[in-house]
């Protein structure tokens, strides 16, 4: 077990639909990743948190977006949803902004149908 | 822009021998970590091995070991007396050192381990 906790781990939604991923970082981490693993684009990073504030971005859609709150927990919310949306998403953690080592969730399977 | 390329999509190994898993990148950074990540079918990505680049010594963690050659940019995984839990994805990674970077990680495609019994 990792300690980071990923809700929900499986999710079958339909096209044009808007979903919330949770995560729940380590104890004590502040930094939050978020990346998504589909079967033609691989792992993909998609966007970085520290302490509340948005970090950096990569590929993340305009229709995706994400925050952190005050108790650094984190919610990507994936809306207008289609087919190519369909893929693990993980939430990954680490204590610092430089540290080496992150720490990954079970990830959310979304099923977009 | 940093790559990592890891040219076996499968490999397999009888149990208990050697298996060494290949893992090139590219970067004009000279300050980075280098990581070898599980992914088995439960889908958990878990952490196998790390390197910094600043070491010249190879890493390695129980049954687990890299051959980090900077120069070359080449990375492989070796894994000796392989078992059968080790039948996995493994993922390549690249982060950058810097502070002004977003320290995201950097993946290969994955090579497929398949343990034959």
């Known amino acids: 077990d990792s300690g980071v906790t990923q809700t929900p781990k499986h999710l079958i939604t339909a096209t044009g639909q808007r979903v919330t991923l949770r995560c729940s970082p380590r104890?004590?981490?502040?930094?939050v990743y978020w990346y998504q693993q589909s079967l033609d684009q691989g792992l993909q990073f998609l966007i970085q948190y520290y302490n509340g504030e948005e970090r950096a971005k990569g590929n993340i859609l305009e229709r995706f977006s994400a925050q952190q709150f005050p108790d650094l927990h984190s919610e990507l919310n994936l809306s207008s949803l289609e087919l190519g949306d369909s893929a693990l998403y993980f939430c990954a953690s680490s204590v610092e902004l430089g540290y080496s080592e992150a720490f990954f969730g079970q990830g959310t399977r979304l099923t977009v149908v | 822009a940093q790559t990592v390329t890891q040219s076996q999509p499968e490999m397999s190994v009888q149990e208990a021998e050697t298996v060494t898993l290949s893992c090139t990148y590219d970067?004009?950074?000279?300050?980075?970590?280098l990581f070898w990540y599980k992914q088995p079918p439960s889908r958990q990505m878990i952490l196998v091995i790390r390197?910094?680049?600043?070491k010249q010594q190879n890493a390695t963690e129980n049954r687990f070991s890299v051959n980090f050659q900077k120069a070359a940019k080449s990375f492989s995984l070796k894994i000796s007396d392989s078992q059968l839990g080790d039948a996995a994805m493994y993922f390549c990674a690249y982060r950058s050192a810097y502070l002004d970077s977003n320290y995201q990680l950097i993946w290969g495609a994955g090579t497929k381990l398949i343990i034959k019994p």
């Open positions: 104890s004590g981490d502040l930094s």
């Open positions: 970067t004009s950074e000279s300050d980075y970590y």
């Open positions: 390197q910094e680049a600043y």
